[in-house]
C-alpha cells in the first residue's frame, strides 16, 4: 500500500525540485543581472553622447558667442523625442515629432471578484468623516502590501526545507541500515525513497498553504490596488509637474545670466564657458525629471498586479508563471518608489536666479 | 463606455487648468531669454506669478474621495492580517526540527533493539 503511495507521488512530482515554485530563481537572478549590465552600459552611453554634444556646442559657443535660447525640447507638457537643450538664436530648430498625449487607455476587463469578506479595518471615531490621506500614506500602504506579500510567499523558506529535506533523507537511510535483521539494508533505499516522497509531500502542503493565503489575498486586494494605483499616479504626477516648472523657470534664468554675459564687455572664453555649462547642467536635470512618468508607472503597477491575481487564480500548481508575475509585480512596484524618488535625487544649482 | 472615475475627472480638470497657463508661461520665458532693459525684472515677476498659480492648481481632493480612503484602510488590515497568517504558517525550520527529533529517537530505539538482539 504504501509502496503504491511512494509511486504514486514520485510520478507526481517526477524530480522533486521540478515541483518547487522557486526552481527558477537562479535563471531569473542570473537573467536579471545581465540585464541590468545591459542597462548600465546604455545608461554610461546616452551620458557620454550628452557630455559629447554639450562639450561640441561649448567650444562653438565660446568661440561665436551667439544669442542663446532654451531649445523646443525644454517643454514640460509635451512628449518628445529630442531632448532639453540649449540651441543658437537662428539656428534651425531641430525636427520635433510630437507624440500626443497618449488618450487614457481603455480600461481592460475587470479581473477583480466582488468581495463581501472584507477585513475588519479598526474603527475609530472619525469613521463617519475620515480625514483626508497623506501622500505618504498611499505610497505606505503599498509598502506594507508588497511587504505582506513576501512574508506569504518567502521563498528562501523553501529553498531552505528542500536542502534540509535531503540530509533528513540520508538520515532515515542510515536509520534503516541499522535496523536488525534481515530487512535491514534491503529495506533502506526503499524507506528512503518513501521519506523523501513523505518529505515531498509535507513541502508541498507548505506551498498551497502560501498558495491559498496569496490567493485570498490578491483576491481582496484586487480593487484596492486600482483606486491606490490611479490616486498615486495623480498625486506623483502632480509632484513632477511642479518640479519641471521649477527647474524650467530655472533653466529660463540660467539663459537669460547667459545671454547677459554674452553681452558684457570684456567677457572671459573662461566666464562664459562656465556659463554654459551652468544653463546645461539644469537643462540636464529638467530632462532627467520629464523623463519620469509616474502615471504610467502607476498604471503597469495596477496591471502587473492583475496579472498577479489571474496567474494566481488560475494556478493549478504550475507555478512559472506566478513566480513572473510576482517578480514582475515587484519591479513595478520599485519603478513607482523609483519614479517617486526621482524628483527629489535631481540635484539642480539651488539659486532661482543667476 | 464605461464613466470615468472620479479620479481621473480631477485629473483631466487639472490638467484642463493648467494646460491655459502653460501658454502664458512658454510666451513669457521666451522673453526672458533675451531680454534687456528694464522690463526684464517685470517679465520675471510675472513668470513667477504664472509658476505659482500653476503649483495653485493641485489634486489634493483625490486623497479625500472616500474610495480613496476606504481602499488605504482595507489595503493596510489586510497586510496585517498576511503578515500575521505568514508568522503562523509552518517554517521549514520548525517542520524539520520535529522531523530530526523523531528521526533521532528512532535512532536511538533502533540501536538500543540492536544491541539487545546481539546480546
Redesign the interface.
Same mark, same amino acid.
Given at each position: 500500500m504504501w509502496k503504491a503511495a511512494v509511486a504514486a507521488a514520485a510520478i507526481a512530482c517526477g524530480v522533486q525540485s521540478a515541483c518547487s515554485p522557486y526552481v527558477f530563481s537562479e535563471n531569473v537572478r542570473a537573467l536579471s543581472t545581465k540585464m541590468a549590465s545591459i542597462d548600465a552600459s546604455y545608461q554610461d552611453n546616452a551620458r557620454k553622447i550628452v557630455d559629447e554634444r554639450h562639450l561640441g556646442n561649448r567650444t562653438l559657443w565660446v568661440h561665436e558667442k551667439p544669442?542663446?535660447?532654451?531649445g523646443p525640447g525644454c517643454?514640460?507638457?509635451a512628449t518628445y523625442s529630442i531632448p532639453c537643450d540649449l540651441m543658437a538664436?537662428g539656428t534651425p530648430a531641430p525636427a520635433v515629432h510630437v507624440a500626443a498625449k497618449p488618450e487614457?487607455t481603455a480600461?481592460s476587463a475587470n479581473v477583480c471578484e466582488t468581495i463581501t469578506d472584507?477585513?475588519?479595518?479598526?474603527t475609530t471615531d472619525t469613521d463617519k468623516h475620515?480625514p483626508? +490621506?497623506?501622500?505618504a500614506? +498611499?505610497l505606505?500602504?503599498?509598502d506594507?502590501?508588497t511587504?505582506?506579500?513576501a512574508?506569504?510567499t518567502?521563498a528562501q523558506?523553501?529553498a531552505?526545507?528542500d536542502n534540509?529535506?535531503a540530509e533528513?533523507s540520508a538520515?532515515?537511510g542510515?536509520?534503516a541500515q541499522?535496523?536488525?535483521?534481515p530487512y535491514g539494508a534491503a529495506a533502506a533505499p526503499v524507506a528512503e525513497a518513501s521519506t523523501n516522497a513523505a +518529505?515531498w509531500l509535507?513541502g508541498q502542503d507548505?506551498d498551497y498553504?502560501?498558495l491559498h493565503?496569496l490567493q485570498n489575498?490578491t483576491r481582496?486586494?484586487c480593487?484596492?490596488?486600482?483606486?491606490?494605483a490611479?490616486?498615486l499616479g495623480?498625486?506623483l504626477?502632480?509632484q513632477r509637474?511642479?518640479r519641471l516648472?521649477?527647474l524650467?523657470?530655472l533653466l529660463?534664468?540660467k539663459?537669460?545670466a547667459l545671454?547677459?554675459i554674452r553681452?558684457a564687455p570684456r567677457v572671459t572664453d573662461e566666464a562664459y564657458g562656465a556659463a554654459i555649462d551652468d544653463a546645461e547642467a539644469a537643462a540636464d536635470a529638467f530632462e532627467t525629471v520629464r523623463a519620469t512618468d509616474p502615471h504610467a508607472t502607476a498604471q503597469a503597477l495596477r496591471n502587473a498586479h492583475d496579472n498577479l491575481v489571474v496567474a494566481v487564480r488560475n494556478n493549478n500548481g504550475e507555478f512559472a508563471a506566478l513566480v513572473a508575475s510576482l517578480q514582475t509585480f515587484d519591479r513595478q512596484a520599485n519603478d513607482l518608489a523609483t519614479a517617486a524618488s526621482t524628483n527629489a535625487s535631481v540635484v539642480s544649482s539651488p539659486e532661482k536666479?543667476s | 463606455m464605461s464613466q470615468p472615475s472620479t479620479i481621473d475627472q480631477l485629473r483631466n480638470a487639472r490638467d484642463t487648468a493648467l494646460a491655459a497657463l502653460k501658454f502664458s508661461i512658454d510666451a513669457i520665458a521666451k522673453k526672458i531669454e533675451v531680454a534687456t532693459g528694464p522690463n526684464e525684472v517685470a517679465l520675471n515677476q510675472r513668470l513667477d506669478n504664472l509658476v505659482n498659480q500653476s503649483d495653485a492648481i493641485e489634486t489634493a481632493a483625490v486623497l479625500a474621495l472616500p474610495e480613496v480612503i476606504a481602499a488605504a484602510a482595507t489595503l493596510n488590515a489586510l497586510s496585517a492580517q498576511m503578515t500575521k497568517t505568514a508568522q503562523q504558517l509552518p517554517t521549514a525550520a520548525n517542520l524539520l526540527a520535529t522531523t530530526a527529533t523523531v528521526l533521532a529517537l528512532g535512532q536511538q530505539f533502533s540501536g538500543t533493539l540492536a544491541n539487545a538482539h546481539h546480546g
Amino acid at each position: 500500500m504504501w509502496k503504491a503511495a511512494v509511486a504514486a507521488a514520485a510520478i507526481a512530482c517526477g524530480v522533486q525540485s521540478a515541483c518547487s515554485p522557486y526552481v527558477f530563481s537562479e535563471n531569473v537572478r542570473a537573467l536579471s543581472t545581465k540585464m541590468a549590465s545591459i542597462d548600465a552600459s546604455y545608461q554610461d552611453n546616452a551620458r557620454k553622447i550628452v557630455d559629447e554634444r554639450h562639450l561640441g556646442n561649448r567650444t562653438l559657443w565660446v568661440h561665436e558667442k551667439p544669442v542663446l535660447l532654451t531649445g523646443p525640447g525644454c517643454d514640460f507638457d509635451a512628449t518628445y523625442s529630442i531632448p532639453c537643450d540649449l540651441m543658437a538664436q537662428g539656428t534651425p530648430a531641430p525636427a520635433v515629432h510630437v507624440a500626443a498625449k497618449p488618450e487614457p487607455t481603455a480600461p481592460s476587463a475587470n479581473v477583480c471578484e466582488t468581495i463581501t469578506d472584507l477585513p475588519s479595518a479598526p474603527t475609530t471615531d472619525t469613521d463617519k468623516h475620515p480625514p483626508p +490621506l497623506r501622500r505618504a500614506d +498611499l505610497l505606505r500602504a503599498l509598502d506594507n502590501y508588497t511587504g505582506a506579500l513576501a512574508a506569504i510567499t518567502k521563498a528562501q523558506d523553501r529553498a531552505d526545507f528542500d536542502n534540509a529535506a535531503a540530509e533528513v533523507s540520508a538520515a532515515v537511510g542510515a536509520l534503516a541500515q541499522s535496523a536488525p535483521g534481515p530487512y535491514g539494508a534491503a529495506a533502506a533505499p526503499v524507506a528512503e525513497a518513501s521519506t523523501n516522497a513523505a +518529505l515531498w509531500l509535507v513541502g508541498q502542503d507548505l506551498d498551497y498553504r502560501r498558495l491559498h493565503e496569496l490567493q485570498n489575498a490578491t483576491r481582496i486586494a484586487c480593487e484596492p490596488i486600482h483606486v491606490l494605483a490611479d490616486a498615486l499616479g495623480v498625486v506623483l504626477e502632480e509632484q513632477r509637474d511642479a518640479r519641471l516648472r521649477g527647474l524650467f523657470v530655472l533653466l529660463v534664468r540660467k539663459t537669460e545670466a547667459l545671454n547677459r554675459i554674452r553681452a558684457a564687455p570684456r567677457v572671459t572664453d573662461e566666464a562664459y564657458g562656465a556659463a554654459i555649462d551652468d544653463a546645461e547642467a539644469a537643462a540636464d536635470a529638467f530632462e532627467t525629471v520629464r523623463a519620469t512618468d509616474p502615471h504610467a508607472t502607476a498604471q503597469a503597477l495596477r496591471n502587473a498586479h492583475d496579472n498577479l491575481v489571474v496567474a494566481v487564480r488560475n494556478n493549478n500548481g504550475e507555478f512559472a508563471a506566478l513566480v513572473a508575475s510576482l517578480q514582475t509585480f515587484d519591479r513595478q512596484a520599485n519603478d513607482l518608489a523609483t519614479a517617486a524618488s526621482t524628483n527629489a535625487s535631481v540635484v539642480s544649482s539651488p539659486e532661482k536666479k543667476s | 463606455m464605461s464613466q470615468p472615475s472620479t479620479i481621473d475627472q480631477l485629473r483631466n480638470a487639472r490638467d484642463t487648468a493648467l494646460a491655459a497657463l502653460k501658454f502664458s508661461i512658454d510666451a513669457i520665458a521666451k522673453k526672458i531669454e533675451v531680454a534687456t532693459g528694464p522690463n526684464e525684472v517685470a517679465l520675471n515677476q510675472r513668470l513667477d506669478n504664472l509658476v505659482n498659480q500653476s503649483d495653485a492648481i493641485e489634486t489634493a481632493a483625490v486623497l479625500a474621495l472616500p474610495e480613496v480612503i476606504a481602499a488605504a484602510a482595507t489595503l493596510n488590515a489586510l497586510s496585517a492580517q498576511m503578515t500575521k497568517t505568514a508568522q503562523q504558517l509552518p517554517t521549514a525550520a520548525n517542520l524539520l526540527a520535529t522531523t530530526a527529533t523523531v528521526l533521532a529517537l528512532g535512532q536511538q530505539f533502533s540501536g538500543t533493539l540492536a544491541n539487545a538482539h546481539h546480546g
